[in-house]
């Protein structure tokens, strides 16, 4: 009810201006319980295990677009995983718990203009003076970015091997020395915020830091963990939301007298996505399965991604074609979700699953308990 009654009848409206009113619907999803369903009870979570934001997920993704549940996804799974279990209890009450609550906008800082999925060769640096660090750099693609309170800030406090010279910080979006360059204008995810962001001598305490200094690139590993298997569940309705429709559509539609569906090559086309949909499927749920058991699912979750964005660009691009000039228009949800979906496919990937073989050969990730 909260999706069909918040947030379904202003998509439309928040796709054309390019923006949504984070703040309030992240205080209604956050009253729901919706923003740390595995989180920590003592900090406003639900203490569920992982396999039920997967279900949340899932359900965000009826959505007739891309760029909200994404947003949602970077302020319950993306932005605090390594917050909520490496934290201080000081940290964690004021940054996580109002982020559960919906009363703060989280965004996550790691891609940078030179370093994408690269996540070893980020520039932005956090130099100790004292009891703070002093920040210089910038960060690209921030999910968020223009209305985020505080940003999960990846950042260089040393000189040393990769594994070691990164650290996690909570960073405050208000501080003197940081400027939003500019809200990023996309070809999809259009009401979903992205920016460009700054940061000139930016002073932050050296308690924002989250765990341990230098453990930052661990800590991001594990937390990618949680946003791959949330970004692949928040595919699965689309893609049958899209197949869904151009059946309908293709039942009236008529070429040479009789119904597109009626042919057999749509038929098979169809039924061989609905397949590989359910593969997906089946490979989320076995990687959520082993990660809720406390194992390293970081393999299994980076070829869920992979496939997953793929397979969003196949059915997107499959459907669009059954659907003939009406695809080319923006009056129809495949034409939308078309430009939308294809983000994963974008970056990441191939190179994800490669990186996660290393850092496992490479003893960077610990266990997940």
Same mark, same amino acid.
């Given at each position: 009810m909260i999706i069909e009654k918040n947030i379904i009848p202003f998509v439309d409206k928040w796709e054309e201006a390019g923006t949504f009113p984070a703040h309030r619907i992240f205080k209604i999803l956050g009253q729901a319980g @919706? =923003?740390?369903? &595995?989180?920590?009870?003592?900090?406003?979570?639900?203490?569920?295990? @992982?396999?039920?934001? $997967?279900a949340v997920a899932e359900e965000l993704g009826n959505i007739p677009c891309g760029g909200i549940p994404m947003a949602i996804g970077v302020q319950s799974d993306m932005a605090t995983p390594a917050l909520a279990r490496f934290g201080s209890d000081e940290l964690r009450r004021q940054f996580l718990v109002p982020t559960i609550a919906g009363d703060m906008v989280a965004c996550l800082g790691i891609s940078e203009i030179g370093a994408g999925s690269d996540v070893a060769n980020i520039e932005t640096k956090a130099v100790k003076n004292?009891?703070?660090?002093?920040?210089?750099?910038?960060?690209?693609w921030i999910t968020n970015g223009c209305q985020a309170d505080w940003m999960c800030l990846?950042? &260089?406090?040393?000189?040393?091997?990769?594994?070691? #010279?990164? #650290?996690?910080?909570? =960073?405050?979006?208000?501080?003197?020395? $940081?400027?939003?360059?500019?809200?990023?204008?996309?070809?999809?995810?259009? #009401?979903?915020?992205?920016?460009?962001i700054f @940061?000139?001598?930016?002073?932050?305490?050296?308690k924002y830091l989250i765990g341990e200094e230098g453990m930052g690139f661990t800590y991001q590993m594990l937390q990618f963990q949680e946003e791959r298997l949330?970004?692949?569940?928040?595919? +699965?309705?689309p893609m049958q939301n899209i197949i869904q429709e151009t059946i309908e559509y293709a039942r009236q539609r008529k070429i040479f007298g009789q119904s597109v569906l009626r042919n057999q090559t749509v038929h098979f086309r169809l039924a061989e996505l609905?397949?590989?949909?359910? +593969?997906?499927? #089946? =490979?989320?749920?076995?990687?959520?399965?082993?990660?809720?058991?406390? &194992?390293?699912?970081?393999?299994?979750?980076?070829?869920?991604?992979?496939?997953?964005?793929?397979?969003?660009?196949d059915v997107a691009d499959s459907c669009l074609q059954f659907w003939g000039g009406m695809g080319f228009t923006n009056e129809v949800l495949v034409s939308r979700l078309y430009r939308d979906m294809r983000l994963m496919s974008i970056g990441g990937g191939a190179d994800e699953v490669m990186l996660s073989i290393i850092c496992k050969y490479m003893g960077t990730l610990p266990g997940n308990k």
């Amino acid at each position: 009810m909260i999706i069909e009654k918040n947030i379904i009848p202003f998509v439309d409206k928040w796709e054309e201006a390019g923006t949504f009113p984070a703040h309030r619907i992240f205080k209604i999803l956050g009253q729901a319980g @919706f =923003l740390g369903i &595995n989180k920590p009870i003592e900090y406003g979570g639900l203490g569920l295990d @992982f396999s039920y934001n $997967i279900a949340v997920a899932e359900e965000l993704g009826n959505i007739p677009c891309g760029g909200i549940p994404m947003a949602i996804g970077v302020q319950s799974d993306m932005a605090t995983p390594a917050l909520a279990r490496f934290g201080s209890d000081e940290l964690r009450r004021q940054f996580l718990v109002p982020t559960i609550a919906g009363d703060m906008v989280a965004c996550l800082g790691i891609s940078e203009i030179g370093a994408g999925s690269d996540v070893a060769n980020i520039e932005t640096k956090a130099v100790k003076n004292g009891d703070d660090y002093i920040i210089n750099g910038g960060k690209m693609w921030i999910t968020n970015g223009c209305q985020a309170d505080w940003m999960c800030l990846l950042a &260089n406090t040393g000189d040393g091997p990769v594994k070691k #010279s990164k #650290s996690l910080i909570c =960073l405050p979006m208000k501080l003197p020395g $940081i400027h939003i360059a500019k809200k990023i204008d996309k070809l999809g995810m259009r #009401s979903s915020d992205t920016a460009q962001i700054f @940061f000139e001598d930016v002073r932050v305490p050296r308690k924002y830091l989250i765990g341990e200094e230098g453990m930052g690139f661990t800590y991001q590993m594990l937390q990618f963990q949680e946003e791959r298997l949330w970004s692949v569940a928040a595919t +699965l309705a689309p893609m049958q939301n899209i197949i869904q429709e151009t059946i309908e559509y293709a039942r009236q539609r008529k070429i040479f007298g009789q119904s597109v569906l009626r042919n057999q090559t749509v038929h098979f086309r169809l039924a061989e996505l609905e397949t590989e949909i359910e +593969l997906v499927r #089946s =490979l989320l749920y076995r990687c959520v399965a082993q990660y809720i058991q406390g &194992n390293d699912a970081t393999k299994l979750a980076s070829m869920a991604k992979l496939k997953a964005g793929r397979l969003v660009r196949d059915v997107a691009d499959s459907c669009l074609q059954f659907w003939g000039g009406m695809g080319f228009t923006n009056e129809v949800l495949v034409s939308r979700l078309y430009r939308d979906m294809r983000l994963m496919s974008i970056g990441g990937g191939a190179d994800e699953v490669m990186l996660s073989i290393i850092c496992k050969y490479m003893g960077t990730l610990p266990g997940n308990k």
